[in-house]
């Protein structure tokens, strides 16, 4: 069984290699006139000050969507990006999907360890139980099955 998708499907990506790994793992999957919405989060600080300056963030912004869209502009799919600014990164995510009224968020697990991931909460896994729309977690190694 090949899993493939069609309607409009958000990618959240967290930077430059997430976003071309995502990308390359979702293309091949794309169906003809399906939509991908990658969404990159700017994570504000809720109060304290923010790591960078909005025209950094903005600028590392465009390069993770550069890395993203050469993938997906060899699928059939179109391709928009979607950068958006919160204190939470997941519940940013399905925000972005509800207003673009996605289909589903589809994504690529991030290699990590799991001391950082108990320690600082593990994304990957919020995804998925928090979810407003299906959630589907690609493999890293792009296979189709």
Same mark, same amino acid.
């Given at each position: 069984?090949?899993?493939?998708?069609?309607?409009?499907?958000?990618?959240?990506?967290?930077?430059?290699?997430?976003?071309?790994?995502?990308? @390359?793992?979702?293309?091949?999957?794309?169906?003809?006139?399906?939509?991908?919405?990658?969404?990159?989060?700017?994570?504000?600080?809720?109060?304290?000050?923010?790591?960078?300056?909005?025209?950094?963030?903005?600028?590392?912004?465009?390069?993770?969507? @550069?890395?993203?869209?050469?993938?997906?502009?060899?699928?059939?799919?179109? *391709?928009?990006?979607?950068?958006?600014?919160?204190?939470?990164?997941?519940?940013?995510?399905?925000?972005?999907?509800?207003?673009?009224?996605?289909?589903?968020? *589809?994504?690529?697990?991030?290699?990590?360890?799991?001391?950082?991931?108990?320690?600082?909460?593990? @994304?990957?896994?919020?995804?998925?139980?928090?979810?407003?729309?299906?959630?589907?977690?690609?493999?890293?190694?792009?296979?189709?099955?």
């Amino acid at each position: 069984m090949t899993l493939t998708f069609d309607g409009t499907i958000v990618v959240p990506v967290g930077d430059p290699d997430d976003g071309e790994k995502t990308a @390359a793992a979702l293309a091949p999957r794309m169906e003809p006139g399906s939509r991908a919405v990658v969404v990159y989060v700017i994570e504000k600080a809720g109060g304290a000050p923010d790591k960078t300056s909005v025209e950094q963030s903005e600028l590392y912004a465009e390069d993770v969507f @550069a890395a993203a869209r050469g993938p997906l502009e060899g699928s059939s799919a179109a *391709v928009e990006t979607d950068a958006r600014y919160g204190t939470d990164v997941v519940e940013t995510i399905f925000d972005a999907a509800e207003d673009r009224e996605a289909d589903c968020v *589809v994504f690529v697990p991030r290699e990590s360890n799991r001391l950082v991931e108990l320690l600082t909460g593990d @994304a990957s896994r919020k995804l998925v139980k928090e979810g407003s729309v299906p959630v589907v977690s690609l493999p890293q190694n792009g296979s189709r099955e």
